[in-house]
Nanobody, 124 residues
Framework: QVQLVESGGGLVQAGGSLRLSCAAS????????MGWFRQAPGKEREFVAA????????YYADAVKGRFTISRDNVKNTVYLQMNSLKLEDTAVYSC?????????????????WGQGTQVTVSS
């Protein structure tokens, strides 16, 4: 069973930056695509970013395009989400997910494994 553990969340002022990490328990994840999703209070979970197994393809939600960057290190079995120019509306619990599909996907139903999430709070 693949386990995913997120870290790097916290409290940051608007305009600041954070880098989230998601460490996987098994090396097989290096063949999986990975994604980040977020859920704000009272809202549905939404797609943030995705990356293919080799990092060659990435997708971003329009709301974060140009501000967030997803990357991965398959030697460390870790995926990252660099978040810059943070806005109040970026406040949410951020979760990483792994899909046995090698191709990047934005569809939540195509992800097989999920982390517990890490809180990101952006203050004014």
């Amino acid at each position: 069973q693949v386990q995913l553990v997120e870290s790097g969340g916290g409290l940051v002022q608007a305009g600041g930056s954070l880098r989230l990490s998601c460490a996987a328990s098994e090396r097989t994840v290096s063949t999986y695509s990975m994604g980040w999703f977020r859920q704000a209070p009272g809202k549905e979970r939404e797609f943030v970013a995705a990356i293919s197994w080799n990092g060659g393809t990435t997708y971003y939600a329009d709301a974060v395009k140009g501000r967030f960057t997803i990357s991965r290190d398959n030697v460390k079995n870790t995926v990252y989400l660099q978040m810059n120019s943070l806005k109040l509306e970026d406040t949410a619990v951020y979760s990483c997910a792994a899909s046995r599909l090698g191709a990047a996907t934005i569809s939540v139903r195509q992800y097989n494994y999920w982390g517990q999430g890490t809180q990101v709070t952006v203050s004014s």
